[in-house]
């Protein structure tokens, strides 16, 4: 089995099938696992940042929170990585360094050095 974890603060989507539950069942269609972990996702202040294509303030702070705020969650998942399924990090920004994945990315990085990472 493979996992799908959805970094979105909030899980909604105008977009048809990507509300969280909804994507949930499609994906568990093609036994996928999918799982929220709001705890990481962007809070409304700095998507706001990176909305405003204010990305470099968006990503420092971001990284800033999501290291105050969530370093039990970034080292679980890390764990998890470690042994777990393949996971792919998701959330609805295309262009990867315009997004707060990559700063996910980079924290499990410094917990898992020899993480591979693959931007889709």
Known sequence: MERVI???YRPQS??????????AEKLADH????EHRRALGTP??????????????GRDGFRAH?????????DALARELASGPRTALLCLEEDPAACHRSV?????RRRV???ESIDL
Do not use: Q
């Open 44 to 57: 409304a202040d700095l998507r706001w940042l990176y909305k405003n294509n204010r990305v470099d303030e």
């Open 31 to 34: 036994r996928i696992a999918y």
């Open 14 to 23: 105008r977009r048809p099938g990507m509300s969280k539950t909804r994507l």
């Open 113 to 115: 050095p020899d993480l």
């Open 66 to 74: 999501v290291e105050r705020e969530s370093a039990a969650d970034l």
């Open 104 to 108: 996910l990315v980079d924290a499990l």
């Open 6 to 8: 959805d970094v979105r």
